[in-house]
T-cell receptor, first 113, second 109 residues
Framework: EPEVTQTPSHQVTQMGQEVILRCVPISNHLYFYWYRQILGQKVEFLVS????????KSEIFDDQFSVERPDGSNFTLKIRSTKLEDSAMYFC???????????FGPGTRLTVL | AQRVTQPEKLLSVFKGAPVELKCNYS??????LFWYVQYSRQRLQLLLR??SRESIKGFTADLNKGETSFHLKKPFAQEEDSAMYYC???????????FGTGTRLTIIP
């Protein structure tokens, strides 16, 4: 059964550094998402992406964040200058269409030191 | 703005006993409600959604618009039900999922 994959599983970085989190959505899916979960808190929506552009973003998704689908298979989340409070589990998800189930990846744990 | 509340962070139930995980929501429009489950060392996965009105792994959930609730129930708990359960809301026609804080369910053998 196809699954969403994410790399790396754990990323450690210094404050102020740029990080890129990678996701490979399920191949025939058209909608892509990033969520994050700070330890002990709820899963929070960051951004949705469709037809090569952002369709919705939350107030968390500020200018430090960007998303890209560089090659038709990968879907990346870039954080330009990481802050301590960016430490969290980042989940990628994809769905075949509006109103369909969102399938989640296993997550990338980002630790900012 | 939408909000999902799961009042219990932890819930322990004996095997064979009934389970109820509470979820209340706040949203002015027409919502779609979901339960997601995360078993130990596994990814988040959809358990059920209110529009399908199915029973999955013996679990059911009924949307009560009057009480703005979507509680998850199972008549007889099994050990394999131990997991983290998240209630989530999505406005119809929108793709943004809003999650509750989750309830960790532990089934005592």
């Amino acid at each position: 059964e196809p699954e969403v994959t994410q790399t790396p599983s754990h990323q450690v970085t210094q404050m102020g550094q740029e990080v890129i989190l990678r996701c490979v959505p399920i191949s025939n899916h058209l909608y892509f998402y990033w969520y994050r979960q700070i330890l002990g808190q709820k899963v929070e929506f960051l951004v949705s992406f469709y037809n090569n552009e952002i369709s919705e973003k939350s107030e968390i998704f500020d200018d430090q964040f960007s998303v890209e689908r560089p090659d038709g298979s990968n879907f990346t989340l870039k954080i330009r200058s990481t802050k301590l409070e960016d430490s969290a589990m980042y989940f990628c998800a994809s769905s075949p269409g509006v109103g369909n189930e969102q399938f989640f990846g296993p997550g990338t744990r980002l630790t900012v030191l | 703005a939408q909000r999902v509340t799961q009042p219990e962070k932890l819930l322990s139930v004996f095997k064979g006993a009934p389970v109820e995980l509470k979820c209340n929501y706040s949203y002015s429009g027409s919502p779609e409600l979901f339960w997601y489950v995360q078993y130990s060392r596994q990814r988040l996965q959809l358990l059920l959604r209110h529009i399908s009105r199915e029973s999955i792994k013996g679990f059911t959930a009924d949307l009560n618009k009057g009480e703005t609730s979507f509680h998850l129930k199972k008549p007889f708990a099994q050990e394999e039900d131990s997991a983290m359960y998240y209630c989530a809301l999505k406005p119809f026609g929108n793709e943004k999922l809003t999650f509750g804080t989750g309830t960790r369910l532990t089934i005592i053998p």
